[in-house]
């Protein structure tokens, strides 16, 4: 079973690329899926395959469509300085929520809409928790920007996962995060580096993916989904 890459019109008027996956089987819920910094990649559209074999109808925008249309881009060399450049100079970040919202709002009517995201996008999930409305509950990945926004209360409940080994987000930031001791949020982590849920990435972890993918869908449930 696989999505298809369709189109959106986005709260700025712009056409977006969204990969949608319907659920298998009966519809447990919405869920936004927000990509790395390396596009909508094939990594991310399997992601939403799974997500979708678990009974969700998935959306996942292609958030750099505006910069850098059909953007997919490897791990390394000039892949990963396009994604950083786009992620962090030319793509401004609140465009990225907003198009999340979109999608949220496009989910909300058939039942709870849940947000997952990995790297870039484990940060827009964490924002989603805190700034979105209509989100039952959020999953973020390893997002860099996390501990500096740590200080605003989620709204819903958020599980955050980061690697103890991640040489781009220290330990001392996930402490911060964890010393906030916020009701609704609980932060995991697990021995392993960046990127520990992608098999395309050196810091695979396959236990500590499993595990992030249990705790992602027992808290969906336990909210709805």
């Known amino acids: 079973m696989t999505g298809t890459m369709e189109t ?3 709260s700025d008027g712009a056409t977006v ?3 949608h996956a319907q659920p298998a089987g009966a519809r447990r819920g919405g869920l936004v899926l927000v990509q790395e910094i390396f596009g909508v990649t094939d990594h991310i559209r399997d992601l939403c395959d799974e997500y979708a074999a678990d009974g969700y109808e998935v959306l996942a925008p ?3 469509d505006r910069e850098h249309p059909g953007f997919e881009a490897d791990y390394s060399g000039d892949g990963l300085a396009r994604g950083v450049e786009l992620a962090r100079q030319l793509h401004p970040f609140e465009l990225s929520l907003k198009d999340v919202q979109t999608c949220i709002d496009t989910l909300a009517a058939a039942g709870p809409v849940f947000v997952v995201g990995y790297c870039y996008g484990g940060s827009v999930a964490w924002f989603a928790s805190t700034k979105l409305t209509g989100v039952a509950a959020a999953s973020g990945y390893y997002g ?3 501990p500096a ?3 605003e209360e989620p709204k819903v409940p958020v599980i955050l996962h980061f690697g103890r080994h991640d040489h781009g987000i220290p330990m001392e930031g996930v402490e911060q ?3 906030k001791d916020w009701p609704n949020a609980t932060v995991y982590v697990y021995e392993a580096g960046h990127g520990f849920n992608s098999d395309r990435r050196k810091d695979y972890h396959e236990p500590s993916a499993d595990l992030a993918k249990q705790r992602t869908l027992e808290l969906f449930r336990a909210n709805g989904g």
Request: a negative charge; charged letters at 5%; hydrophobic letters at 80%.
């Open 149 to 151: 926004a740590a200080d």
């Open 17 to 19: 690329a969204v990969y």
């Open 177 to 179: 995060v964890i010393a």
């Open 8 to 10: 959106m019109t986005m």
């Open 62 to 64: 292609a958030l750099f």
């Open 144 to 146: 860099s920007m996390i």
